[in-house]
């Protein structure tokens, strides 16, 4: 089954440390079936000036041409988040993602990411500040369906329905769940039933089946954001497109090559540049053959030439079972 003909934006979900400008970069000179990504978040600071290095992975002359980006930002402080909204929109941006999913204690527990969703009032506060900045349809929002169980974001709806928003985007776990167990499909029909704008699914696509499944099952939802799965597996968005696993070693391969020359420019020095490789390459094994074996060798790996020699002796093939 071919996603061609519908009305379906696949999109790159922000990995903060793994999705920036050289993952995108590299993607973009191997890869296609991407629409837009979204970036990884940058927080809001104090004061009325934002350092032009904190956007520095947002400029606009080092982004790959044909994947638009949607900056994202965190906080929970609506004069903050004008004075962010205000630097991106002078770098060029239109649109501007707000992040109400990020699961850490540390940065929940200061009611940013998924614990904005925490207060009603300090939820509606940021989105009518974003809306305010931006202008309708050009703020949006990624959530969780709530911190310690699912029952939170229903009761949110309201408040972010009364916001004309771009978009809302679900990551249908709990905060307490970190990024693991399952996806709550159930919860997610629930919340697609309560909006009134468009709905972004995400979580847990790995292979073009999973999606297929999703959209037998939400037929009404025309957007899709992958994020473990298109790093592990740099064809997924392709291979959606076209119905089946086009994977290909040689391509493989050269995506590899470029994605670690691009983080060895910016790295400050080999233990910086293997941190992003290792980061990188415990998604990629899952889609590979022995990924398991791979992984455990090159988890210990202290050197970029050590690394890199051991994958120049293992045998790469794609894992095999992908539907
Ligand atoms: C390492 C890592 C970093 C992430 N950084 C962000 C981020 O900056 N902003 C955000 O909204 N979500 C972030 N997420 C969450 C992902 O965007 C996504 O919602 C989650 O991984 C589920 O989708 P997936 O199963 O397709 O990966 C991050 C996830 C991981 C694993």
Same mark, same amino acid.
């Given at each position: 089954?071919?996603?061609?003909?519908?009305?379906?934006?696949?999109?790159?979900?922000?990995?903060?440390?793994?999705?920036?400008?050289?993952?995108?970069?590299?993607?973009?000179?191997?890869?296609?079936?991407?629409?837009?990504?979204?970036?990884?978040?940058?927080?809001?600071?104090?004061?009325?000036?934002?350092?032009?290095?904190?956007?520095?992975? #947002? %400029?606009?002359?080092?982004?790959?041409? =044909? /994947?638009?980006?949607? !900056?994202? $930002?965190?906080?929970? @402080?609506?004069?903050?988040?004008?004075?962010?909204?205000?630097?991106?929109?002078?770098?060029?941006?239109?649109?501007?993602?707000?992040?109400?999913?990020?699961?850490?204690?540390?940065?929940?527990?200061?009611?940013?990411?998924?614990?904005?969703?925490?207060?009603?009032?300090?939820?509606?506060?940021?989105?009518?500040?974003?809306?305010?900045?931006?202008?309708?349809?050009?703020?949006?929002?990624?959530?969780?369906?709530?911190?310690?169980?699912?029952?939170?974001?229903?009761?949110?709806?309201?408040?972010?329905?009364?916001?004309?928003?771009?978009?809302?985007?679900?990551?249908?776990?709990?905060?307490?769940?970190?990024?693991?167990?399952?996806?709550? #499909? %159930?919860?997610?029909?629930?919340?697609? =039933? /309560?909006?009134?704008? !468009?709905? $972004?699914?995400?979580? @847990?696509?790995?292979?073009?089946?999973?999606?297929?499944?999703?959209?037998?099952?939400?037929?009404?939802?025309?957007?899709?954001?992958?994020?473990?799965?298109?790093?592990?597996?740099?064809?997924?968005?392709?291979?959606?497109?076209?119905?089946?696993?086009?994977?290909?070693?040689?391509?493989?391969?050269?995506?590899?090559?470029?994605?670690?020359?691009?983080?060895?420019?910016?790295?400050?020095?080999?233990?910086?540049?293997?941190?992003?490789?290792?980061?990188?390459?415990?998604?990629?094994?899952?889609?590979?053959?022995?990924?398991?074996?791979?992984?455990?060798?090159?988890?210990?790996?202290?050197?970029?030439?050590?690394?890199?020699?051991?994958?120049?002796?293992?045998?790469?093939?794609?894992?095999?079972?992908?539907?």
């Amino acid at each position: 089954m071919s996603m061609a003909d519908d009305l379906t934006e696949i999109i790159l979900a922000p990995l903060r440390g793994v999705t920036g400008l050289p993952f995108r970069q590299s993607f973009c000179a191997h890869m296609t079936g991407l629409d837009r990504a979204v970036a990884p978040f940058i927080a809001t600071v104090a004061g009325e000036r934002v350092k032009p290095e904190l956007l520095k992975s #947002l %400029d606009p002359a080092a982004q790959p041409a =044909g /994947l638009p980006l949607i !900056p994202q $930002v965190i906080g929970k @402080d609506p004069h903050q988040l004008r004075v962010m909204l205000r630097a991106m929109k002078a770098l060029g941006y239109c649109d501007v993602d707000l992040n109400a999913g990020c699961p850490w204690p540390f940065v929940a527990k200061k009611g940013r990411g998924s614990g904005l969703l925490r207060d009603d009032c300090a939820l509606a506060a940021m989105l009518e500040a974003g809306c305010d900045e931006l202008g309708p349809g050009h703020f949006s929002l990624k959530v969780r369906l709530g911190l310690d169980d699912a029952s939170l974001l229903p009761h949110r709806m309201p408040t972010i329905n009364a916001f004309p928003l771009r978009e809302l985007c679900i990551h249908p776990r709990t905060a307490k769940q970190m990024y693991a167990g399952t996806v709550d #499909l %159930d919860g997610f029909e629930r919340c697609l =039933g /309560l909006s009134a704008l !468009p709905v $972004v699914y995400n979580g @847990d696509i790995r292979t073009p089946g999973d999606l297929f499944r999703l959209r037998d099952r939400f037929p009404s939802v025309t957007r899709w954001m992958l994020g473990r799965g298109i790093v592990a597996d740099p064809f997924l968005a392709e291979s959606i497109r076209a119905g089946r696993d086009v994977w290909e070693k040689g391509r493989f391969l050269a995506w590899h090559a470029d994605t670690l020359g691009r983080y060895a420019a910016e790295s400050s020095g080999d233990h910086a540049l293997l941190g992003h490789l290792k980061e990188l390459w415990s998604y990629t094994v899952t889609a590979l053959q022995n990924g398991d074996r791979l992984w455990s060798m090159l988890k210990v790996s202290r050197t970029r030439a050590e690394f890199e020699r051991i994958l120049s002796l293992f045998p790469i093939r794609r894992r095999e079972g992908v539907d």
